[in-house]
């Protein structure tokens, strides 16, 4: 018989880690698990030379953070240990941060530490201590299924973090669990109020855990001194406006600061790493609709090489709080790609591109990929999609460029060619 982790044996008799960020929703996972009478063990990791983050309202994994965790497991009477893991968070994810910046991409670190740190070295600290699982405060939902364990949006679409895990392999699904995927916030934070926690209260973390003043320059130039190297500001047409103080100051589809002046509104289109240079156009230059992707992690039941026979309908979603909408995705000799029916304004390479499965809505978590490139080029797709985004997602990824067509009940998605700028 299972519990409610979906793990044989009782509660009493399965040791379960909780990865205790000091925040609002792990320490009511762990509070939960520990009222259902799992043996709970909590770790908190200790990621980065907190300095000027401790105790700053709105900034994640700050030195304050590792005081509540130890209070909290305190208070449930359980196990606590913390972890210091500067030097390999150092490498793995601030490392790799600003050097994506200095080479014009748009990291997500979020992503990265959950694929290199928590997820991995965490996960395997976890076992270590004879855990058969490792519980975090995601808002996610995990689910046995036919091949393994498969992740799903939660339940509060506000609070949904499935994005931020698209990089986890089916070897970790079987280990980890998401106990708050059904839960609103709302009641994660009545739960931590009925446990009495200290942390009921507390504001949820909004900041990159290392930049706890929102400059992400600042820490660029901490790690690498000689990032901001001046160079050319160019229009798309080849013109030299201006000049800029280094690539890492300007983000692809930034409007204001871009230090030119034009009768036009421009928009940083590309950031050209090797040649040093801000290319900068007009707005619908921005809208990219083919994506070429790298290091792609795929969780769906048919494998990557059934999927080179042709493309497959997915949602797709580009931002963490972006909308989903319908895509198709492929696998060729060169390497995996995603056209987007309506596009997508702003895409950076280092971004991600996450895919949804079409045949449930979008509630299921299929894997994503890196952004390697974006491309404008138009096409037509005149055949229905599986299953469209929700109409309010539709609705606000839709930019006056997309014509809906009515068609034996469903949605096909005419694009017009449109003349677009390289």
Avoid at 56 to 68: F, L, N, T
Avoid at 303 to 330: M, N, V
Wanted: with cysteine.
């Amino acid at each position: 018989m299972s519990n409610s982790l979906h793990l044989p044996g009782r509660p009493a008799d399965t040791r379960v880690v909780v990865a205790m960020s000091g925040g609002v929703d792990s320490s009511v996972v762990a509070a939960m698990l520990k009222e259902e009478g799992y043996d709970v063990v909590g770790i908190t990791l200790q990621l980065y030379d907190h300095g000027e983050a401790v105790g700053r309202m709105g900034a994640c994994c700050a030195g304050q953070d590792i005081q509540d965790a130890r209070r909290v497991a305190e208070k449930l009477g359980i196990p606590h240990y913390v972890l210091d893991y500067e030097a390999r968070f150092a490498e793995a994810v601030m490392g790799a941060f600003a050097d994506s910046y200095l080479h014009g991409e748009t990291p997500v670190p979020c992503v990265a530490c959950n694929q290199k740190i928590k997820f991995r070295d965490l996960l395997q600290t976890a076992e270590g201590l004879g855990a058969a699982a490792l519980a975090t405060g995601h808002y996610v939902k995990s689910l046995p299924g036919p091949t393994g364990f498969e992740l799903y949006r939660a339940e509060d679409k506000a609070r949904d973090q499935s994005y931020f895990l698209f990089a986890t392999t089916r070897e970790q699904l079987s280990f980890l669990r998401f106990p708050l995927g059904d839960l609103p916030k709302e009641e994660t934070r009545a739960l931590a109020r009925k446990f009495g926690l200290a942390v009921a209260e507390k504001s949820d973390s909004q900041d990159i855990c290392f930049v706890p003043t929102g400059r992400y320059t600042q820490v660029i130039e901490r790690l690498r001194p000689d990032a901001a190297e001046a160079g050319d500001i160019v229009h798309v047409d080849g013109r030299v406006l201006g000049r800029h103080g280094g690539i890492i100051n300007y983000t692809i589809g930034q409007r204001k600061g871009i230090g030119v002046a034009a009768r036009e509104p421009l928009y940083v289109l590309k950031l050209d790493a090797a040649r040093r240079e801000v290319v900068v156009g007009p707005r619908e230059a921005l809208r990219m609709r083919k994506l070429a992707l790298r290091e792609v992690n795929w969780l769906g039941e048919d494998s990557l090489k059934d999927l080179t026979h042709g493309p497959k309908d997915i949602l797709a979603r580009i931002r963490s709080s972006g909308p989903l909408q319908p895509a198709r995705l492929s696998f060729e000799a060169d390497g995996a790609s995603v056209e987007l029916a309506h596009g997508e304004d702003g895409v950076s390479p280092g971004q991600a591109c996450v895919f949804y499965a079409a045949e449930d809505g979008g509630e299921r978590l299929l894997g994503g990929g890196w952004i390697k490139s974006a491309t404008s080029s138009a096409w037509v797709a005149e055949d229905a999609y599986k299953a469209p985004a929700s109409s309010s997602e539709r609705a606000r990824s839709q930019q006056g460029r997309v014509k809906p067509l009515a068609r034996s009940g469903q949605q096909a998605w005419r694009m017009a060619w449109v003349p677009r700028f390289a």
